[in-house]
Nanobody, 121 residues
């Protein structure tokens, strides 16, 4: 499966963005998906994950209540709605997919190219 992330940009603190991850190449509904992010000088970290049919979701503590992961299998797309953005959310955001849901980098074999999110104070 090939993944293409989009939707990043520059936003002021308190604003919102919606990231999209479009999949192609295989039936997307057989894959769980996740979002990760990497800030300058830091390691890539888990943000959110969603199961194959969208029932199971997981979030890192720092985004709970602000970010929502969802998917539309008819459109082969996973979304990350980000509200109440903070400067510390600034990072390159990556989407990932694999057969089983996970919260670690090693859980995913398929990765998109990343999209930059910058939150100004």
């Amino acid at each position: 499966v090939q993944l293409q992330a989009s939707g990043g940009g520059l936003v002021q603190a308190g604003g919102s963005l919606r990231l999209s991850c479009a999949a192609s190449g295989r039936t997307f509904s057989i894959y769980a998906a996740g979002w990760f992010r990497q800030a300058p000088g830091k390691e890539r970290e888990f943000v959110a994950a969603i199961g194959r049919i969208g029932v199971s979701t997981y979030y890192t503590d720092s985004v709970k209540g602000r970010f929502t992961i969802s998917r539309d299998n008819a459109k082969n797309t996973v979304y990350l709605q980000m509200n109440s953005l903070k400067p510390e959310d600034t990072a390159v955001y990556y989407c990932a997919a694999d057969r089983a849901i996970g919260t670690t980098i090693l859980a995913y074999n398929y990765w998109g190219q990343g999209t930059q999110v910058t939150v100004s104070s």
